[in-house]
């Protein structure tokens, strides 16, 4: 990756990391710190953090869902788009 694209990726991350966490609160009654917490210790969290698995592509609300998805189950199943 350049570090033109790392930066654009940063930036993506520093916008859509915030609003799962803020469609965790409202989807999940979660408070804010906790969904933070969840978040970051989640597999999903750590998938997204890879610029190669594209999942920066899916919009906060299909990424709190895949979040809960394996909060509940265990598992993620992640759409073919990602």
């Known amino acids: 990756m350049t570090p033109q ?3 654009q990726f940063t930036a993506t991350m ?3 990391v ?3 966490i803020d469609r965790m609160v409202r989807e999940y009654g979660m408070d804010a710190a906790d969904a933070m917490r969840a978040l970051y210790e ?3 969290y750590a998938d ?3 610029e190669s698995s594209k999942l920066w ?3 906060p609300l299909a990424l709190a ?3 809960h998805s394996e909060n509940t189950t265990g598992k993620i199943q ?3 788009e990602a």
Do not use: A, K
């Open 48 to 50: 997204l953090e890879r």
């Open 18 to 20: 915030p609003q799962v």
């Open 65 to 67: 869902e895949l979040w």
């Open 78 to 80: 992640y759409p073919e």
């Open 42 to 44: 989640s597999q999903v």
């Open 57 to 59: 592509h899916l919009s």
């Open 5 to 7: 694209e790392q930066l």
């Open 14 to 16: 520093q916008l859509i």
